[in-house]
């Protein structure tokens, strides 16, 4: 049976972001979380690989306690099982000491569950909006990684392929490529279901895994966190907003008369008469 993972994270609800003018960081209390919404695309293509052919959907994020909710959401929406990883040694992480921490942490739902053929993840998120995550998780896991996906075309289990669409800048890149893979999904990939009945009520009892620093007793404590963090954020602030000044164009006199006191608004200049806009 095909092992999936679908990697998701909880952020701020993006229509009410703050920014803390001191700390220039997310201003997260008494901000609503939600999951990320490109990592529910990929959730929603595991769940559809799990109807289609039988899989084991492992969820997999990285984040405070409360993040059990996110994980909660996709058990409802029929994933297998849930994994927090959660500890206060992990907060401050950056894309490159998260991408750190979620490969361990895929290597050992290896461990628990057997070999990973597909991780997905969004093509980003709400908050960071870096895109780095993904990829960085693949480059540690020495795993081809397939981004900007819109579509999957087909998975082969028997010749451990999969062949995708990627929307790329161009025009879109059909590839195939070899087990395990990372994709990193688009929002065009597919629209994700609403919770059933009985996913809920299962979500409602659910706990989920959580892991520690003293689940991995292979981890690098310079790498994670703060203290495995280079990225800098000096300054964050909110565009001051511009001041648009408007001019009114009369319409009386025909569209000629209107047509010339366009122009001349917008070249600050009368048009000759020879123009035989008059």
């Known amino acids: 049976m095909l092992h999936i993972i679908a990697l998701i994270k909880q952020v701020p609800d993006s229509r009410e972001i703050r920014i803390d003018p001191k700390t220039n960081t997310l201003i997260r209390q008494g901000v609503p979380a939600i999951v990320n919404h490109f990592d529910l695309h990929g959730v929603e293509e595991a769940l559809r690989i799990k109807e289609d052919r039988g899989a084991r959907v492992t969820i997999l994020s990285m984040g405070?306690?409360?993040?059990?909710?996110?994980?909660?959401?996709?058990?409802?929406?029929?994933?297998?099982?849930?994994?927090l990883v959660s500890d206060r040694a992990f907060a401050g992480a950056d894309t490159l000491a998260t991408s750190y921490v979620l490969a361990l942490a895929i290597r050992k739902a290896e461990d628990e569950w057997g070999p990973v053929d597909v991780v997905f993840s969004g093509k980003q998120t709400l908050d960071g909006d870096t895109g780095q995550v993904g990829p960085g998780v693949a480059c540690r896991l020495d795993m081809d990684q397939l981004t900007y996906v819109e579509e999957v075309e087909s998975l082969d289990e028997n010749e451990r392929t999969l062949t995708v669409k990627r929307?790329?800048?161009?025009?879109?890149?059909?590839?195939?490529?070899?087990?395990?893979v990372l994709v990193t999904?688009?929002?065009e990939l597919n629209k994700p279901r609403r919770a059933s009945l009985p996913g809920l009520l299962r979500a409602a009892d659910y706990k989920p895994i959580i892991w520690s620093t003293n689940d991995f007793p292979d981890l690098d404590r310079s790498k994670i966190g703060l203290r495995g963090s280079p990225t800098i954020v000096s300054k964050?602030?909110?565009?001051?907003?511009?001041?648009?000044?408007?001019?009114?164009?009369?319409?009386?006199?025909?569209?000629?008369a209107t047509a010339e006191r366009l122009v001349a608004a917008l070249f600050q200049t009368e048009l000759p008469a020879r123009l035989g806009w008059v």
């Open 64 to 83: 405070p306690p409360s993040a059990d909710k996110a994980i909660r959401q996709c058990i409802a929406m029929g994933a297998d099982e849930g994994v």
């Open 167 to 180: 929307h790329l800048e161009d025009g879109v890149e059909r590839v195939k490529t070899t087990l395990p």
């Open 185 to 187: 999904a688009l929002a």
């Open 236 to 256: 964050t602030w909110v565009p001051e907003p511009r001041q648009v000044e408007t001019t009114m164009i009369p319409v009386d006199g025909g569209v000629a």
